[in-house]
């Protein structure tokens, strides 16, 4: 598993990754990272779709 770490996002803000459907901030998508599974080998490529999250 390869850990990506992401730039730019608003900290506070919570972002549902879509193919997982899982829900994390921002600032841990920034500094602890997104696990990307099945990156093996070389030029391996995955994009994942990420929807900032409005709470009620």
Request: hydrophobic letters at 40%; aromatic letters at 8%.
């Amino acid at each position: 598993m390869r850990r990506v770490y992401l730039k730019g996002l608003r900290e506070e803000v919570m972002y549902q990754v879509e193919e997982t459907g899982e829900i994390v901030s921002g600032g841990a998508l920034m500094y602890a990272g997104l696990n990307i599974p099945n990156m093996w080998g070389d030029y391996q490529g995955r994009l994942m779709h990420l929807i900032s999250v409005v709470s009620d």
